[in-house]
């Protein structure tokens, strides 16, 4: 299983990026997942995510109503839409993905995903 992050970039502030992720090895269809970050001395956090089963998606109140993610499950790839970026949005921004992630455990910082990938520098900085 390989997971192929890309998108990521220079932005001023205000701007946006679109990532996606490339899956390979693994079908998406009715499996979680979910997009990260991890800033230079802090701990990795989950930005947005789909769960199995509801279909839902989640995001944390720091991106709520600026990100927005997405599948598309004929070309097996992830998306995370970002606009209105901040300085704070500066990153590592990883994807994952998980056949055992329910629902809204998807957010759930403690869960782990079993497929990573390499991640894409988000730099958001005039």
């Known amino acids: 299983v390989q997971l192929q992050a890309s998108g990521g970039g220079l932005v001023q502030p205000g701007g946006s990026l679109k990532l996606s992720c490339e899956v390979t090895?693994?079908?998406?269809?009715?499996?979680?997942v979910g997009w990260f970050r991890q800033a230079p001395g802090k701990e990795r956090e989950v930005v947005s995510c789909i769960g199995v089963g509801d279909g839902n998606k989640y995001y944390a109140d720091s991106v709520k109503g600026r990100f927005a993610i997405s599948v598309d499950n004929t070309k097996n790839t992830i998306y995370l839409r970002m606009s209105s970026l901040k300085p704070g949005d500066t990153a590592v921004y990883y994807c994952?993905?998980?056949?055992?992630?329910?629902?809204?455990?998807?957010?759930?910082?403690?869960?782990?995903?079993?497929?990573w990938g390499q991640g894409t520098q988000v730099t958001v900085s005039s």
């Open positions: 090895g693994f079908t998406l269809e009715d499996k979680a």
């Open positions: 994952a993905t998980d056949p055992g992630v329910f629902g809204e455990f998807c957010l759930d910082p403690d869960v782990e995903y079993d497929y």
